[in-house]
């Protein structure tokens, strides 16, 4: 099948399905960017210009940067993103909202401490020269539970090489060639 076999109505289709896919690659990408402090990331998700009003921090990209250096510093992080709902709203612009749990594990007063943040990426995308990026996010926050860590690294997890950690040291930047070269 060719795209002369394709109908104009077909095309347009199968441009929003590709559209969509690359909004929802640039969320996922925002999660590692994060989880493995490679802020690097974030640069090919936003905007140059964008904000970000991200519960405990509001402002540009750049701030926004170094406010996730100072307050994730020693934090252990893993956010999951689930139910991804995109509208585009022509061919350059988009609104999608996404269902995010965050768990954070950080050094408390007395020990490891566990935070637990559900909530929603609420974003506005642009397209430019064929890319998308954010522009505008709004990071709600829905639930969130808190309290001493249980978790225990010893055991089969002592030693382990595979325990995720911030870049390089995560096993992902051994093992995918793609990120490595990053």
């Known amino acids: 099948m060719t795209q002369q076999d394709l ?92 269902h995010v749990i965050g768990f954070h594990e950080y050094p408390g007063e007395d020990g490891r401490e566990d935070l637990v943040v559900g909530g929603r990426y609420l974003d506005r995308w642009e397209k430019r020269n064929g890319e998308w990026r954010l522009v505008d996010r709004i990071a709600t926050a829905d639930f969130q539970f808190k309290g001493k860590s249980t978790a225990d690294w010893g055991g089969i997890f002592a030693g382990s090489t595979a325990r995720g950690a911030a870049k390089p040291d995560d096993p992902l930047y051994r093992v995918w060639p793609a990120v490595a070269k990053a």
């Open 7 to 98: 109908q104009p109505d077909e095309i347009r289709a199968v441009r929003m399905i590709l559209d969509k896919e690359a909004i929802r690659e640039k969320i996922f990408l925002y999660a590692r960017g994060v989880d493995r402090k490679d802020h690097d990331l974030l640069d090919g998700v936003y905007w140059p210009e964008a904000t970000d009003d991200h519960i405990a921090y509001r402002g540009d990209v750049a701030g926004f940067k170094a406010w996730l250096n100072e307050f994730a510093g020693e934090m252990l992080t893993t956010h999951f993103i689930g139910n991804i709902a995109i509208d585009l709203l022509g061919p350059t612009e988009a609104f999608s909202e996404a």
